[in-house]
């Protein structure tokens, strides 16, 4: 825990443990957000060796604390399980596709571009495609973070509209939310993900012309996420020339700032004074009062008067007024739909400049808040000034709203005009376009301190210090609001432009610096003003020469000689080629009181062609006699390069009918990021036409079809490599796919399949696979596969992974003449099935408890007499007799490809158990599930709020195929001698696991092992009273292959053995992992246990889980004879920074892994998974210093107190065991 916060609160409790699957120091350390301030380097001549960063802090904090990944929730209703890997980077673990009205598999198509990692179910990826739904309603991090702020339980849309009067209607699935009539739209909240999917998907079969005219998605522009955007002086002010402005006699005065924030410290003397209106807008108790630290600052930097250090700390514009908009909570998260609302109402309510010191995620300007920015900018002449961000010196990082055509964007400097180390760079994602706009002072800038908070780094009681463009952009702002005071008629845009147009240049590049760092010196008497628009816009190949003026006008007395340049360079930072841009002239004379015009010419045939294409920026520079820079003026374009016809075409296998095609992708894999903003999708068709530039692709399209017997087949024939330099037709052969399956010797059924196929581009700029996971249903799935040649350009991996078991139950039909078989199955063959039930803290994040289902079952022998009931209504079972015996029900008004679990249960199946039925067997004509009680309830006020614990049903519920049961049927009605079924199977069964993995192609191989290669594996679940074991898995690593994905294996109880036979590798590692628990009160699930156990597997192994006291202890890593190892997990006993981590394995006499126990996070303290309630403020990644103690009572589990042995350790040491 670190020393600068200790926490104090009462209570007593015991051993302090985490989830088996805690990632270390991931759960220490936060990636910076978008625009928060920027923690402060060690001080000279200190050195600190830091943990490996994770891509994404939220991520990694939330993956910790519940158990290696996180389920989100997409708007189509299926769930992506995401982890970390070891970088810290989103991957995907697992995913489950909601029933679809076809009773197919789910195709889940994953897609890596600019650092950010998407998943999208097939059905949904056309309408991504063509605008209707955005990339961000399935960016993994984006809603993780929703997860971790506790707003997980719905997905949070933004919708816009075609026509105002759609804003009115509602959608099936979804709660209605704020109206946003700047971009024509309204915040809503997806509910039922999976029913508002299906309305959308049943009436549009998921076509964009139809979306918009039916079901939920009618009078629909666009539907978005409603996304988390994230708050990002004595010698900063002289530095920009604010002095020289207050002497001339402009400080603001008469100009209304808003700033929409964190909310206002309005008893602090530098604003108090200021203020003329406050509206909050995140529904905080404490209305607009800032719990930050943030906002406070920010305004004061703009127009603090610097009444609390005598005038020394003055703001840029301290004659200015303030609008207070709090947008942002008090651990910093800001609402997409907050932030639109807030721009609104500063822009309608007198507002000239509106400062912005926030941002969401890198966009390329078209998302609902530069949307908002845009139209309100034009409607009402206000000038939004916006932070690019925080991420880093890196490229294409400025992010939304900063990101917006009309923004005002800033970048950060220190006080040596020097580019701040965090400063985001352009250009801007998509089209290249030129940002940020302009630079500031955002280094160590000291102004006003919110009472009862410590943001930054605390000067005293009324400042602090912060680094950040967050404190760079209300330098801007109070600039513009002297240029406002001076030239009252101006409009928003024109101050925009005469701030750039006398911006110093730095000497910093244009997508660092922008124009240059502002100048209110220079602004506020502008001698030579341009006037003029050098953006030539996106440009169609083949190119022809564009020109273009700019007409400079001089207000002073004497004539000015402007020597003319213009750099223009590639998105890469390469200079354009010779003769691009060309000016009429070198020189230009403006005379007193007139005007010169320049004319500039592009002519982007003179890249031929295998030139650079893409996007271009640069600046017609126009320096006096002395040499320096007077005026700047942007340039862009974007050249598109040449284009060829691509023409897929698919062959369907022989006797194939009813074929449909999902969304066709073309992946760019040559890396020509410059030319792409993300892959071309296009609904599929048997046959298919894009035009696309000059490049190498990949292609891939989903088909579906039946074969001749009528039965469902799927594939997702991928074409890795197509050079494309002339028009190119590529063809799919699906008559030369082999199927996707292992066969053993002996029968066996699915319980889980995936299959994945993952291609990365040349240098891993791209990834781009597609994901099915095929479960156990009431039949098995028919998945194929279309071998492919190498790949020479990038990489190309296929993975397959399975999990069959032996049968859990046989039926066997008995009696003259009857069917000789029956392929009868469970709803699933585990044990139990867990319901999750779901409540938020007072603190607003989740909690959850876990509740077990058992499964009941028939007796594993015996024989029992059937009879047919029709669908199951109480006057057919009465009918039919059923008392003692096996009731045949076929109930198509509540089962088609799936049943309506709830009905089936509570109608059908507990009527058959009031008739003495003994157990049920459901068919239904399409049926591929049975279904399942609800998986999640939500507990609207906290955990004595939740509903009782469903049940499975009173009688076991077995599936059968319709065709079988026709038969069966047919016979019972014959009036012949009675028919009964000897029912067979096991209480435990075997599984047999595989792994098989393809690198730079698809084999196609036949998966056929033989008894001799496989190696077997008995677990052993030992427990001293009954349970489940809940999750289990396995998990095989490989050297010199992807991180593995897990093999779910069946859930079974406590104190059974389960036989697992792997197919035998000579170099691999198999990890098997369980959690397991007791049996509390009301099925609850109590005393929770996980433990990873690593092996190299030796022909016959066994594991014995929990046969043994758990003791804290270290875990040997486990070693194939070549020496490879994967590592047994995170450290124990590390220090980084102030903070160390005592921890150490729980672990049992078989050296299984069950937990790090220790603190592990500096955020919080855990006992038995559930966090303890803070005493103070609770932290954030924006609010990293807490001022305050807290103590515990450690107790261990006799309840005798531990005493506490620490030391403070100095910064420079960082130590490791």
Known sequence: MSSSARRRTGGRWGAVTVGLTVLGMLVSTTAAQATEPVRRTPPSGVTQKKSPQPVDGDLARIVARSGGSVPVTLITGDKVHVGVDKDGKPVVRDTEGAPRSDGLPVVFHTLTRQGKSYVVPDDALALVGKGLLDWSLFDLSQLVTLVAAGRGETVPVLVTYTDTAAMSRKAAGASGGRALPSINGRS???????????????????????????????????????????????????????????????????????VLDTGIDATHPD????????????GSPTGTKDGHGHGTHVASTVLGSGAASKGLRKGVAPGAKLLVGKVCDDQGQCPDDGIIAAMDWAAHSGAKIVNMSLGGDPTDGTDPMSQALNQLSRDTGTLFVVAAGNSGFVAQKVVAPGSADDALTVAAVDKSDDMASFSNRGPRIGDGAAKPDIAA???????????GTTMGTPVDQYYTAADGTSMATPHVAGAAAIVAQQHPELTGQQIKTLLMDTATDLGHDLYAQGAGRVDLATATNPQVVPKGNLNFGRLAYPHAPVTKKITYTNHGDKAVTLHLSAPVSFADGRPAAAGMITLDRDEVVVPADGSAEVAVTLDGGVLGTDGAYGGYNGLLSARDDSGAIRLSSGIHTFLEAQKFPLALKVVLPAGATDARYGTATFTPVDDQVHLHAGPTLEAGAATLTEQLFRGTYAAQIPVTWRDAAGEWQQAQPLAPEIGLT??????????????????????????????????????????????????????ESHWWTLPTGKVSVGTLTHDFYSSR?????????????VPTGLSARYGTPDAALSQTQMWLNDDGDPSFREASIPIPRLPVKGHLPVVDAGTGTPAELAKAHVKGGLVLLTPTDICQTSCDFARLRDERVKAAADAGAVGVLVAAPDLTTLGRPTELDQCADGPKSCPAVQSYGPLPIVTVPYAQAESLIKRIKSDRSPVGISVGGSVVPRVYAARYHDEGQIKGDAYRPAKGDLDRVDLHFHAARPGVVHQLAWMQFLQNTPTASQVTLPTLATRQTLTVLVERHSDAISRFTASWADHGADSFLTHNRSEANDLVLTGKDDIHWNAGPSVPGAVPDVRTKSGFSVGAGPCSGCRQGDTFYPTVYLTDSGGGRQALIGIVDDELITHDFTDMPACGPTPSATLPNLDYTCDFDLLNASGHEIERQTEHLPDESYLTP
């Open 188 to 258: 809503m909240k997806i509910t039922d993900g999976g029913r508002w999917w299906q309305e959308v998907r049943g009436k549009t079969a998921s076509t964009p012309a139809a979306a918009r005219s039916a079901g939920s998605l009618a009078g629909v522009k666009k539907v978005w996420l409603n996304g988390l955007a994230h708050v990002d002086l004595e010698q900063s002010v002289p530095q920009i020339g604010a002095p020289v402005a207050w002497e001339r006699g402009y400080d603001g005065s008469g100009v209304t700032v808003a």
């Open 271 to 282: 604003v108090s004074g200021s203020i003329v209106g406050q509206v909050d807008f995140t």
């Open 441 to 451: 002072p955002g280094v160590d800038i000291v102004a006003a301190r919110a009472a």
């Open 726 to 779: 002339k028009a190119t037709t590529v063809t799919l052969d699906l008559r030369k796919a082999t199927p996707l399956s292992v066969r053993y010797p002996e029968s066996t059924e699915t319980y889980m399949t995936s299959d994945s196929v993952n291609r990365v581009s040349a240098t891993g700029q791209w990834t781009m696979g597609t994901v099915v996971s095929l479960g156990y249903g009431a039949g």
């Open 805 to 817: 078991t032996t049968p859990v139950v046989t039926m066997r039909p008995t009696g003259h003449g």
